[in-house]
């Protein structure tokens, strides 16, 4: 038990285990991910769609969806892409959880463009070509190591077009002072999220200087199986992310403070990249 205990609370290496997609794949999991999705009680997983309804107003307004070729990855359950066919763009949604594609497929747009939809990695699979915008809105760059960054971001440059835009947002550094180091734990913990069954869970928080790096480990203990789940979270400033798109091939990068919605939390903020 002791030898267990200590494992718990050993602190790895940054970004040395990577388990986002048992989050997405899992039955149980990626229902409860799909609720949080959906969900306007909490912005754990997505922001309320009034916030959402504004960043698609605004790209709308800055860009003109009408005809564009937009690539939204990470699309979850369509809660952009699907407006962003409303508006007339033909959208494309890449992700790698079945039950929020299912979930955008069977609550596409009654107007406007079609939506296709694909179960992929989008790490591992090819990306659409041409593309007039390609989003990862909700700071999806931020979970991903530097070298899973580095892969992304070059496929993101092949697949735009001559004059296409690359739009995504990450967590601030502003937001990375507010993370804490802590220990909870709990029976059913996170009330039953991990699990249909009974189980104890350990979650710890570790805060990594100077790599602006967080993360939340949750080991999950069930009768028969025990599931550790890392939760990476990169946080950046303006210049370290300006930085990055840099190197990965990116000549103009434009920081804003977000795309339409309320800037009173300043936890995040927005990019607009082009080669």
């Known amino acids: 038990m002791y030898d267990q205990l200590a494992e718990i609370h050993q602190r790895p290496g940054v970004f040395s285990t990577y388990t986002a997609d048992l989050l997405w794949t899992r039955p149980h999991l990626a229902n409860?991910?799909?609720?949080?999705?959906?969900?306007q009680d909490t912005?754990?997983?997505s922001r309320p769609y009034t916030a959402i309804g504004r960043t698609v107003d605004w790209i709308d307004n800055r860009f003109g969806l009408d005809g564009r070729s937009v690539c939204?990855?990470?699309c979850g359950p369509g809660v952009y892409a699907n407006r962003f066919a409303?508006?007339?763009a033909i959208v494309k949604g890449i992700d790698f959880s079945s039950h929020s594609i299912e979930y955008a497929k069977k609550h596409g747009p009654a107007e406007g463009e079609p939506v296709t939809y694909r179960v992929a990695n989008y790490l591992t699979a090819p990306l659409p070509e041409q593309q007039d915008l390609i989003t990862l809105i909700y700071c999806d760059l931020c979970p991903l190591s530097p070298a899973q960054r580095r892969t992304l971001l070059s496929k993101v440059r092949r697949a735009l077009a001559p004059g296409g835009k690359f739009i995504l947002d990450v967590f601030s550094d502003t937001a990375f002072a507010d993370v804490s180091e802590?220990?909870?734990y709990g029976k059913n913990y996170m009330d039953g999220f991990w699990s249909a069954d009974d189980y104890f869970a350990f979650h710890l928080v570790f805060r990594y200087e100077p790599d602006a790096v967080s993360l939340d480990r949750f080991?999950?203990?069930?009768e028969n199986e025990t599931s550790t789940i890392?939760?990476?979270l990169q946080y950046f400033s303006p210049d370290r992310?300006?930085?990055?798109?840099?190197?990965?091939g990116f000549r103009t990068i434009e920081i804003t403070d977000g795309f339409g919605e309320d800037r009173a939390d300043p936890s995040t903020f927005g990019i607009i990249a082009s080669l």
């Open 43 to 45: 912005a754990l997983a």
């Open 230 to 232: 890392y939760n990476w």
């Open 219 to 222: 080991t999950v203990i069930e």
């Open 86 to 88: 409303e508006r007339g």
């Open 182 to 184: 802590a220990v909870s």
């Open 241 to 248: 992310i300006r930085a990055e798109l840099e190197q990965a």
């Open 72 to 74: 939204d990855l990470g």
């Open 32 to 39: 409860r991910m799909l609720h949080l999705h959906l969900s």
